[in-house]
Every structure is written in structure tokens, then in C-alpha cells.
């Protein structure tokens, strides 16, 4: 528990997303097991944080003023969605809700402390607020509550923005040398887009919750507009991870498995809402990428566990 950061909190992300995924694609059964270890992960970051919060306030206000520290909303967030697709929706609430009181306390000493050329970690300002809104717009949709979808609107709006400024504060030289996390660059886009289709959803006149249908149009345009830039950050990451390979595990090597999984999870809703069969497929084979560089990442983790611990277990002197 000690050798956490808060950048571990994209493990729970990437886990909890693939299950999301995997719902999604009817694979139900191997959704249900991600979602347990999701939330298994999820647990042991909160008490590890919960134990430095009680007994090292100066090492949690610093772990705090990091754009990392956000995960803890990002992957709140996450589960609260996997909840509410399971049918948890009280659970999905209290998560949602711990969520929200979490992000403004963290949001805003990240962005007074920006400086400049930040990492790929820099767009979880984004990422936190559009997983927000998604967690909003998922629950109003299941039960109803159209006040969310309200919520959910001024934070994708709000989302969008911080985009732009994250943008304006990356050090472009990470898409090089980064260790993983560069790749939220595309994932905050994709997690965007997720909003803008939930929010698309809750605006369809024929759906069930028919939320100001005026906004129908507009958000559809919005959203496929996100898609096409979050799509448009593949080509380049890829490229960059092939002509500079960094082979050797990171902890935020999570934080690209998140965006593989966003992404896929993206093209599936966007492709429902506006048929679009293409983007389903495209869908369907991001997401096995994805699971299998959640299991290559995994491998990596407990190996580099396993080293410590043998290190740890050697007789001293």
C-alpha cells in the first residue's frame, strides 16, 4: 500500500471501463468479473489514501495538487457507471455523489498549480469532469431523473473547455518519451464523446426520456465532431509507440489501457445512437486490443510486485 500513487487509480479505470465494454458487447459474465475487481482495486486505493489522509496530511496535500490525484473522481466515476449497468442503482448513486463532493476539492488546486510542458496526466482534468457527466447522464437515463441530465450537460460543457486548456499546458515531447499516460491526450476526447452520446441519448424525442429534444441535433453534431478527434489521436500514438518503443512496464501503462477501453466503449454508444455500423466493429476490435494490453499490463504489475517482494524477502547485511 505504500508504494501507491494516485496515478494507480488508472488501474481501476481501465478495469471498470473494459467491463462497461464487455456489458456492452454481451458479454456479461467477464463484465461481472472485471466489475469485482474493479471494485476490489478501488477498495484498496481508498483505504491507502483514507491511511495517508489520517496519518500524513503533508504527503496527501502533496499527492493532491497533482493532476493524478484526480483518478480518484475519474475512477469513482467509472464505477458508479458499472454500477448502474448492473442494476446497483443505490450503490451507483452513493459512488456518483462521492464523486462530486471529491471533484471540485481536488479540480481546483490541480489547475491553480498548472505549469507548463505537464504530462499526458494533465488531461484528467477532462477526463474527471466528462467521466462525471457520463455517471450523471447513465443514471438519469435509468431512472428517469432529467435534473441529472442538467448536471450532466454543464459538465461536459465545462469538460470541453478544460480540454482546450490541457491542451495549451502539454508537452507535446510526451507523445515521445511519455511512459503511457500520454495517451489520455485521445482518451479525454473519447470520454467526451461518451458524454455527448449520453447526453444525445436523453435528448432523443423517440427515447424514453425525451430531455429538451431542440438539443437533439446539436449535441448528435457535437458528438460526432469529438469522435472524429479522439479517432484522429490513434494514428499518432500509435505511430509514436512504434517509432520509440517503451516496452518496459510502467504504472501508467494503465492510463493507456483507459483510452483503448474509452475509446471502444465511445465507438459502441455513438455507433448505437447514430447507426453507425462501422464504428460498432471498430468498437468491438478496440476493445479486445484493449483487454489484451490489460492482461499484458497486469503481467507487467505482478512481475514488478514479484521483484519487490524478493528484494524485500532477502536477509540484509
Known sequence: MKALTPAAG????ATGILSVGLDL??????????????GALWAAFAATFAVRLVCGTEQWRHDAMTPAALTAVASTCV???CLSLEGWRVLAAVALALSAALW?????PVVHGWGRR??????????ATQSLAVGACTLALLQGARWLCWASLVLFGLGVALYGL???????????TGAGDHW??????????????KLTDACDPRGPLGWLPVLHGPLRTVTLVLLVGSLAWLPVLVYAEARWPRARYDIRRWAT??????TAVTCLVVAATAGLPAVETLGRVLLWIAVTLWLLTAVGAARQGDRGGSRDRKPSG
Open 10 to 13: 488508472t488501474a481501476v479505470m
Open 104 to 108: 471540485p476539492v481536488l479540480l481546483v
Open 184 to 197: 489520455v491526450a485521445g482518451g479525454a476526447l473519447s470520454i467526451s464523446t461518451l458524454a455527448g452520446a
Open 257 to 262: 489501457v483507459f483510452p483503448l477501453g474509452t
Open 25 to 38: 458487447t454481451g458479454y456479461r459474465a467477464l463484465a461481472g468479473v472485471a466489475l469485482l475487481f474493479a
Open 118 to 127: 505537464l504530462p499526458g496526466v494533465v488531461f484528467l482534468v477532462c477526463a
Open 166 to 176: 490541457a491542451l495549451a499546458h502539454f508537452d507535446r515531447r510526451e507523445v515521445r
Open 79 to 81: 464505477l458508479s457507471t
